[in-house]
């Protein structure tokens, strides 16, 4: 199984001001990607982060907002830019080796995200 | 796009009782994985269904995903205080995920 570190756990931000949160895998993958749990909800999809190259952005979320880079196939960064209280959420990195052998998604411990 | 509905949203259960969640898509899907997320955790993966009517157990997990491939139920039997949590289904169709609203499970001793 993939151990995955995430952080920070958690933040309290000033709005308009911006949050970079990392995922670091302990192994190779083919895919990471963000989501974004809202307390007592289901995960959403933000984005895959695409190593060397942009993200794929879902509905609703943009690359001026949500920047994310992968720099190599271990690593990867979103950033929550101009945040507003909306933005409050918990944020999830994930990584899945889609097309192996292991079918499950692995999940960090997610950055638990405060706006005031 | 894809859409997977899950119900109920919460379920309330006496300790030894059963119950079920289930799952439903607006497409047919390549697989459909299960998730359980613990008050304060992450999603931790359960299990994948990828056949047309096929049924795994668990010890007292039941999973079953329908002919069509468009709904899945997981079913418990004897439920425990250690069954508390959110149960996701997780459907998909080319390479994403999509996520099931969440069954939250609260137990009564």
């Known amino acids: 199984s993939a151990v995955i570190s995430q952080k920070p756990s958690r933040d309290i931000c000033q709005r308009g001001t911006s949050l970079t949160i990392q995922c670091q895998v302990d192994s190779q993958v083919t895919m990471m990607f963000w989501y974004r749990q809202q307390p007592g909800q289901s995960l959403t999809l933000i984005a895959t982060a695409n190593q060397g190259s942009e993200a794929t952005y879902e509905s609703g979320f943009v690359i001026d907002k949500f920047p994310i880079s992968r720099p190599n196939l271990t690593f990867s960064t979103l950033t929550v830019s101009n945040m507003s209280p909306e933005d409050s959420s918990i944020y999830l990195c994930?990584?899945?080796?889609?097309?192996?052998?292991?079918?499950?998604?692995?999940f960090g411990q997610g950055t638990r995200l405060t706006v005031v | 796009g894809q859409q997977v509905m899950q119900i109920p949203q919460y379920q309330h259960v006496q300790e030894g009782e059963d119950f079920t969640t289930y799952c439903n898509s607006s497409t047919t899907l390549s697989n459909i994985q299960w998730y359980k997320q613990r008050p304060g955790g992450h999603p931790v993966f359960l299990i994948q269904l990828v056949k047309s009517g096929e049924v795994k157990k668990q010890k007292r997990l039941t999973f079953q995903f329908g002919e069509a491939k468009k709904n899945s139920s997981l079913h418990i039997t004897a439920t425990q205080t250690t069954d508390v949590g959110t149960y996701f289904c997780a459907g998909r169709a080319d390479y994403k995920l999509s996520f099931g609203a969440g069954t939250t499970v609260t137990v009564r001793a």
């Open positions: 994930s990584v899945e080796d889609v097309w192996g052998l292991r079918p499950e998604a692995f």
